[in-house]
Structure formats: C-alpha cells, structure tokens
C-alpha cells in the first residue's frame, strides 16, 4: 500500500528529489549536464547491458546505470533522474540518479520500419526500428569479443551496420545467408561526433526469416567420430525436422534427414571413408513449411594411422613428476627433429613458417625434398628476409611471403604477420601411416632452435594433416589473416583422444581458449611468451576464486603500456605467477588444464598463438587442444621445470577427488520446473538440503554454473542467458551425486 502510494505521488509529479518530470523530446533539446526526469517505456532488458532505451509519445532516449537499471525489463514504465550525457555521440541519462518501476508488462510498439539510409538518422536515435528484406555480407558465424561485434547488412538502398552484443543469445550463433529482418535499437557510437549508428537486436528473435522457421540458436558440433561415421549437432529456437546435406566439397551433394520436429538435433552420418574431410550444411524445416539453414562447415572422420604423438623440448624437463612416459630433452637439437621428418617425406611437404635460415640446414633439407621429386611448398612471412627466403629453391610459384604487416586489405582490414610454425608431410599419401602434422613453438632459426626455450611436437594422422593442408591452400591461394574464412574441421579422434584444431583469426581462438579455461576443474599450469590479453586473465582469476582451481604460469612479455593482463594475476595467483627472468626467450605458448586430475579430462593447449590482441585478432596462427593425459604431464614436466627455476615453492596437491560428470549420471526424483525453461528453472526435492553443491554442465561437459545448495529445499536458477539445448543438473554430497537433464528454449 506504501509503495502504491509514492508512486501515485511520483506520477502526480511530487518528486521526494525536487525534479519536475518532462517529456523526452523536451529533454532531448536541453544542455549536457542538465539533471532531468523523464517517463517512459523500457525497449530492453539487460541482454543489452546495463543500459536501457526509454520512449515515450514524444521521443526517445538512453539511460545508463551500473546497479540501478538491474532488474529492468521490456515492458516496464519507468520513471528515471539523472543529468543528460553525451557518450561518443548517443545521449543518454547517465548516470542514472534514481529509477521507479511504475508497473510491468507493459506490450511494445510495432517497430517502426526503416531501410539502411533512412533510418540511420539522429531522429531514429534509441527507437526500435526493422529493416526488411537485408542480407548479412559476412558468412559463419556471429563471433563477438569484449562488449560486441559489428556486421554490416545490406538492403535496397544501402549497406549499414548491425552491432551484435555480447551478452545477447546471438553471440555464437550461425549467421542467416538468406533476407532477414533485423529489428533493434537504433544506436550511435561516433566519437568523432557524427555518424556511426548502429542498429541493436537484442536477442536470435530479433533476426527474423519471417514466418515461424526454427531458426539455429547453435552452430553445427561434431562428436562420436569413428572412421565412417559422425554426428551432427545443432538446436534450434523451434521444432523443427533435421536434414543433413554433405559431400567432398561444397557443392554437397549427399542428403540424410529426420523427420521428428525437435529442438536439439543430433544426427549421425553413416557409410564415409575414413581419413576423410567432408562439408555439412544442416536445415531444419518447422511444421509451417518455413526453412532455417546453417553455414556450411567442414567435419573430418577418423584415421586408420597410428595416431602417434611425440613430443620434444630443447631445454632441462624435470622428470620427478613423469606418471610413466618421460618429457624429452633433446639439448637444443631440435633441428635434426624438423630435419629428419623433412628428409623421410615420400610425397609432399607443405611448411609454414614466420622466420627461417640455413644455419642449422633445415632449408637444405627442404631442397633437398624438392630434389627427390616431392610436391614441396613454403609459405614465409613478409619479414623473412630476402637473403635465406632466396636460399629456398623448390620451383618456381612454390614459395610465397605473406602481405606486410599493417598492411590492409581492400576492406581496410588489417593484416598481421604469418606467424605459423608447421609442416604437413604426406598428406597427399593414400597410405595413413605416410602423414605427420609438426608444430610448436619454435620458428626455425639457429637461435630459436637452440637457444630460447621451445617446444614442438609431431602427430602422425591423416585426417589432421588432410585438415592442415586445407588451411595451408588458403593460405598459399593469398587469403591471409582478415581474409580467411573459418573452412576447417575442428574436431578428431587421434589414437583415441580427442584432439581439436584452431587457425587464427578465423576460428575464434581465444574464445575456445576461455572455454577451455572455464572447464578447469583441479589445476591450471601455463607458460606464454606474450601475454597481454586481460579477458584470458579474469577467466583464469574467475576459475581460482570462485572454483578454487590451483593455477600458475609464467610469461615472458607483456604490454609495456597497459600491464592490465599480467596485474590481474598477480593479485590473483601471487607467488604462483612469474615474469621468466631467464636472459634468452620463453618462447612457449601452451597451457595446461588438469595436468594432476586425469578423471577431469586432462588437455593440452598449443601451438603459435600468443596470448596477444593481433594473435587473436590479425596474425595467421595455428593451435592444437590435445585430450590426453600422457601428453598434457609430458608437458606439465617441462612446466615444472621452468617454475622451479624462477624459484617457485607453491605446488599443487597431489590428491585430486574430483568425481567426473560421466560417472555422475545417476537419475533420481529431482523435480524440475518449468522443463523446458525458458528465464528460469526451479529446482525441488524431498531430500535436496541434503546436498552441499549444485552445478549445470552443457552437452560437451563445460561447466555452466556451480552454487552451493546451503540447506535449500527449492532453488530457482536464472536460465535467460543459456543458450538454447538440452542441460544436465548435478548435485553432490560427500556420499551421493545425482543428475537430471533439461532443455532451454
């Protein structure tokens, strides 16, 4: 009755605060810096941050709090104080000095329609807006990092701009390659003061084919690999039937197919060859007739080869912590490594390489190669210098540099450096015991190979090299960097491990790379050269803090004006955390999940890609996610080795208890509402304040959230920011760890 009556009070325009309430378009005309109260109707919801887009029947209009706009939401009327502000161009409240929920649920206005030109206009500004009949220019999928990613649409009158947030359930999702509408909010980032609006959809609904199709709410996955056959997964925002197109190459060609109309698809492909890379497209059709369909992607069988996998460091490992299969020192003679592989290629050799020379005979070797007759192809960095790239001599159009770095491309984009280290050896072979995939850290100059502390490592499989090569003709056809398109298989079945495959900047590394960190579960151990990425930081801080993983590293550089990375770290990890004191380069770039859990899925994470904004966002890398223990310890050895050195005397413990979620699913009469879920899932049980820990795993086992029970008998999980699929609920006591499975719509 109380809060009825302020805000009768308020709406009666008797502010507790002195402040006259307005319209919009009055307050729109006012100075920056004026205090003003404005009504209105909230467009969003905090998919878009922590700001809101008021209207009224005169106008519209940005507001910006940190706290007090938290639990706003569509449709609410709101009455909002706080002094105009000017934020790169789009005028907003800010900040906002006191909010009050007049009532909710309130419906929306249609959006007003709009083309390219005519709505990206100051008038439009903080309106929900539609463009028709616009196409997408990019193609796979809507990747963002920081706070969002912009694409440019185009339509009958022109090309402008979309900006997808990263906290929206656009984020990860499949870009549409057919017309769509885009509705939104119309925006403005100009720090220059003029232009740069961009239109805000706030959520996969916003993006519409029309009708009622499924609309892919994931991109395509890959899992139960064998050597003639695989599964498709995707989900989808409404029921939908399940069709799979494949073939060799991207016209397809092959079609299997489903009937059932589901959200969650999973679909197996029988009958392929093995060692074999193939391009998928899903569709997906609702009971209305109207169709969805993915990005094309390329999906690798399994390998009849050996799937050996070697590794070699070229300085001390500390053997004391070998499980059984020692680290390899090989005293700096990494050369006669790359040498011996080189010198036993029966058909092909396809190296990549940022840096090169004579001095240890490796391009001798690579000569030598072309001599016997082999297909021999060598792509260099632009900075190579000309003196060793004129020592190659394979034929002529079998070499090539890469653009400069900063140059740009005719989009304006930038291009890094080619900072790959690979070689693929017989991947062309029809036998899978020919092909051998070699990579690491280590660029293949007299310094790098004896002196600075590297790694490299070989993996004799057909398939990785096959999925190699691909990336290597795009490479060699000019696409570089901005270019490239992400056209790969990521996933492998190697000896029986899991093994995933990711090129730089196409592919989302550092994305993966979070989510790997997020799967940590006992301890984290890394060494990277340079590291000035904080993201990768708060992730790491994140995983200590609130999940007590053991985590230490080592890096060798950062940004020597914005130390943001490394800072957090210290605070987090303390004497955990080292800057290499060593005089020669720490030239390593892995890192280590679980090293001393083998139940947690031990992974190894390495390769070229450094720990940088231009590895992740220009340069042309390559990275390797090894699930296997031996080889994750194999590493863990050199690691210890490296921290002992800079004086380390915190370690991790030796026991690990933690119970994997495969050994967890074990149904009991958990009662979980609503199942589906849409905003949220309440969770009930007779004996459920039994329980100390509740956790919500995805299909691949990432950890979505953990919480403790506390003596609850019910418990309500916010589910709006999970993407749509299917979920497992685990909960565990000392004694008893029970799970129940869940879809979000």
């Known amino acids: 009755m109380k809060k009825g009556l302020l805000t009768t009070i308020l709406l009666a325009g008797i502010s507790l605060l002195g402040q006259a309430q307005i319209s919009i378009a009055d307050a729109r005309i006012l100075a920056p810096g004026t205090n003003v109260t404005v009504k209105g109707l909230v467009l969003n919801g905090a998919e878009l941050g922590d700001i809101r887009y008021i209207q009224d029947n005169t106008g519209n209009i940005a507001a910006f709090g940190a706290t007090l706009l938290d639990g706003v939401l569509r449709g609410d009327s709101i009455q909002v104080t706080g002094p105009l502000f000017n934020y790169n161009s789009l005028l907003e409240i800010s900040p906002v000095s006191s909010v009050t929920v007049i009532n909710s649920g309130n419906p929306l206005?249609?959006?007003?329609?709009?083309?390219?030109?005519?709505?990206?206009?100051?008038?439009?500004?903080?309106?929900?807006?539609?463009?028709?009949?616009?196409?997408?220019?990019?193609?796979?999928?809507?990747?963002?990092?920081?706070?969002?990613?912009?694409?440019?649409?185009?339509?009958?009158?022109?090309?402008?701009?979309?900006?997808?947030?990263?906290?929206?359930?656009?984020?990860?999702?499949?870009?549409p390659t057919d017309e769509v509408s885009v509705t939104g909010i119309m925006s403005q980032f100009a720090p220059g003061g003029t232009g740069g609006y961009q239109l805000l959809p706030r959520d996969l609904a916003d993006i519409s084919t029309g009708g009622n199709p499924p609309v892919f709410s994931t991109g395509l996955t890959q899992t139960d690999i064998t050597t003639s056959s695989f599964t498709v997964n995707f989900s989808t925002l409404n029921p939908g039937n399940t069709i799979i197109y494949y073939g060799l190459?991207?016209?397809?060609?092959?079609?299997?197919?489903?009937?059932?109309?589901?959200?969650?698809?999973a679909h197996n492909l029988t009958g392929l060859t093995a060692g074999t890379i193939y391009y998928v497209q899903?569709?997906?059709?609702?009971?209305?007739?109207?169709?969805?369909?993915?990005?094309?992607?390329?999906?690798?069988?399994?390998?009849?080869?050996?799937?050996?996998?070697?590794?070699?460091?070229?300085?001390?490992?500390?053997?004391?912590?070998?499980?059984?299969?020692?680290?390899?020192?090989?005293?700096?003679?990494?050369?006669?490594?790359?040498?011996?592989?080189?010198?036993?290629?029966?058909?092909?050799v396809d190296l990549a390489i940022y840096n090169i020379d004579n001095i240890n005979n490796i391009i001798t070797a690579i000569n030598d190669a072309y001599s016997r007759g082999l297909d021999v192809r060598v792509i260099c960095d632009s900075g190579v210098d000309d003196f060793n790239y004129g020592l190659i001599n394979i034929g002529p159009g079998k070499k090539k540099k890469s653009p400069p770095d900063g140059s740009?491309?005719?989009?304006?984009?930038?291009?890094?450096?080619?900072?790959?280290?690979?070689?693929?050896?017989?991947?062309?072979?029809?036998?899978?015991?020919?092909?051998?995939?070699?990579?690491?850290?280590?660029?293949?100059?007299d310094a790098q190979v004896k002196i600075d502390k590297q790694n490299i490592i070989a993996i004799q499989d057909q398939s990785l090299a096959r999925g190699y090569r691909l990336e290597f003709d795009e490479l060699f056809n000019g696409k570089f960097g901005p270019d490239k398109s992400n056209n790969t298989p990521h996933e492998f079945i190697i000896g029986g491990n899991r093994v995933e495959l990711y090129f730089s900047p196409s592919d989302e590394t550092e994305t993966r790379m979070l989510e790997?960190?997020?799967?940590?579960?006992?301890?984290?151990?890394?060494?990277?050269?340079?590291?000035?990425?904080?993201?990768?930081?708060?992730?790491?801080?994140?995983?200590v803090t609130e999940r007590g993983v053991f985590a230490a590293g080592i890096y060798d550089q950062t940004d020597a004006s914005d130390s943001?990375?490394?800072?957090?770290?210290?605070?987090?990890?303390?004497?955990?955390?080292?800057?290499?004191?060593?005089?020669?380069?720490?030239?390593?770039?892995?890192?280590?999940?679980?090293?001393?859990?083998?139940?947690?899925?031990?992974?190894?994470?390495?390769?070229?890609?450094?720990?940088?904004?231009?590895?992740?966002?220009?340069?042309?890398?390559?990275?390797?996610?090894?699930?296997?223990?031996?080889?994750?310890?194999?590493y863990y050895q050199e690691f210890m080795q490296r921290y002992k050195e800079e004086g380390a005397t915190t370690f991790v413990s030796e026991k690990c208890d933690f119970?994997?979620?495969?050994?967890?699913?074990?149904?009991?009469?958990?009662?979980?509402?609503?199942?589906?879920?849409?905003?949220?899932?309440?969770?009930?049980?007779?004996?459920?304040?039994?329980?100390?820990?509740?956790?919500?795993?995805d299909l691949s086992g990432k950890k979505m959230l953990s919480t403790a029970v506390n003596n609850q008998a019910l418990i309500n999980i916010n589910t709006s920011d999970f993407s749509a699929g299917v979920y497992f609920i685990v909960i565990q006591n000392e004694e008893t760890i029970y799970s129940k499975q869940f879809i979000k719509q």
């Open 564 to 634: 943001t990375a490394v800072n957090i770290l210290e605070d987090a990890l303390g004497d955990k955390f080292f800057n290499y004191s060593g005089s020669n380069l720490l030239h390593h770039k892995y890192l280590l999940i679980d090293a001393n859990c083998s139940q947690s899925d031990p992974l190894v994470w390495t390769g070229s890609h450094n720990w940088s904004t231009s590895a992740n966002s220009r340069n042309d890398e390559n990275t390797l996610v090894i699930h296997d223990s031996t080889t994750t310890n194999i």
């Open 109 to 175: 206005p249609t959006p007003t329609s709009i083309t390219t030109v005519s709505g990206y206009i100051e008038s439009f500004e903080a309106k929900l807006v539609t463009v028709s009949a616009a196409l997408f220019t990019e193609t796979g999928t809507f990747s963002t990092a920081g706070s969002g990613t912009n694409y440019d649409i185009t339509d009958a009158a022109g090309t402008a701009q979309v900006r997808v947030v990263t906290s929206t359930n656009i984020d990860g999702t499949p870009i």
């Open 516 to 543: 790997k960190i997020n799967t940590a579960d006992y301890d984290l151990h890394f060494a990277v050269f340079s590291f000035t990425r904080f993201g990768i930081s708060y992730e790491i801080e994140d995983a």
């Open 659 to 697: 119970v994997g979620v495969e050994e967890q699913v074990v149904e009991n009469s958990l009662l979980l509402y609503p199942n589906p879920a849409q905003n949220e899932l309440n969770i009930y049980a007779n004996n459920l304040a039994d329980f100390d820990l509740l956790y919500i795993y």
């Open 249 to 265: 190459t991207t016209a397809l060609g092959s079609v299997s197919s489903d009937v059932a109309l589901v959200t969650t698809h």
């Open 408 to 445: 740009t491309n005719a989009d304006g984009a930038l291009y890094g450096i080619m900072h790959n280290k690979f070689i693929v050896v017989d991947a062309i072979s029809t036998d899978p015991d020919d092909a051998w995939v070699i990579t690491g850290s280590m660029n293949f100059t």
């Open 282 to 348: 899903a569709a997906s059709v609702s009971a209305t007739n109207d169709t969805s369909f993915s990005a094309i992607s390329a999906m690798a069988t399994a390998s009849n080869s050996s799937g050996q996998i070697k590794v070699w460091f070229n300085n001390t490992v500390d053997n004391s912590v070998s499980t059984g299969t020692n680290a390899i020192f090989v005293n700096g003679a990494m050369d006669d490594t790359i040498i011996w592989y080189l010198d036993h290629a029966k058909y092909s």
